[in-house]
């Protein structure tokens, strides 16, 4: 099949040059002028070199930056609705197995007034938090309710082929989905084996720290564009045990 494709390429170019060919000669033997010929073959074939940079190097590179814009656009808007529906929700469910999450929930009351660089430290901070998950802290049978209750919303969103420019994001879906699986395979999960327990604590762990990542970025992202959705993340953040829903 490409074999063919490629053939078909040679038949079309071979065949335009040749018609090309036909009408140069065409044009020589009525005006007998070949030096008219190659003063307009010579400047056509220099001004393919301008040609090329314009299409390509420059409208074709201002076009793709802007269909970049538009797809990240659209990525911002699918990555709050998941927040939206779960994706805080979880954050809260996920941080009850880390019994270091007092070290690290301290620095992520975020701020009206904090800016890029503030954000910036936040994350090397959380890039050397241990989380130290334990199976046993939290409500693992909370846990499993929520994602069956939006595993087919996790599916979703994992079906948008828009995703594939956001690799992060990507990868923390397919975090959340083998999770979801391994919970819901199991009818007990109050009393774990050892190896379970262990088990399950490295995917919620692996899961928690891609949440984590996403949701710092997602947050920064409402400063710098949506304020008026920003003041309502704030108020719901759930590292922040003052955060309310209701102004004051």
């Not at 009850?96 to 890029?116: P, R, Y």
């Not at 994350?123 to 939290?138: F, L, Q, T």
């Not at 499993?144 to 919303?153: T, W």
């Not at 949506?226 to 045990?241: Q, V």
């Amino acid at each position: 099949m490409q074999n063919s494709r490629i053939n078909q390429r040679i038949f079309w170019g071979i065949l335009l040059i040749l018609l090309s060919v036909f009408c140069y000669a065409v044009h020589f033997f009525v005006f007998r002028d070949a030096h008219h010929i190659f003063i307009y073959l010579v400047g056509d074939i220099a001004f393919v070199f301008i040609e090329v940079l314009l299409v390509t190097l420059i409208i074709h590179q201002l076009l793709s930056e802007r269909e970049k814009r538009a797809i990240m656009q659209k990525l911002n808007m699918v990555i709050g609705a998941f927040f939206t529906r779960l994706g805080t929700v979880l954050l809260k469910s996920f941080s009850a197995f880390d019994e270091t999450n007092g070290n690290i929930a301290k620095h992520l009351v975020v701020e009206q007034e904090w800016s890029q660089e503030h954000f910036n430290k936040i994350r090397k901070v959380m890039e050397k938090h241990d989380y130290d998950i334990n199976p046993a802290s939290g409500d693992l049978t909370g846990l499993k309710k929520l994602l069956l209750e939006d595993s087919d919303f996790v599916l979703r969103l994992l079906e948008n082929p828009n995703l594939l420019e956001h690799e992060r994001f990507t990868e923390l879906l397919w975090a959340v989905s083998p999770l979801t699986e391994e919970l819901a395979h199991r009818t007990n999960l109050q009393n774990l084996a050892s190896t379970d327990s262990k088990h399950l604590a490295g995917d919620i762990k692996r899961a928690y720290r891609l949440l984590m990542r996403e949701w710092l970025s997602y947050m920064e992202h409402l400063k710098r564009e949506y304020p008026y959705l920003f003041s309502l993340a704030l108020r719901t953040n759930p590292f922040d045990p003052m955060a309310s829903v209701e102004l004051k």
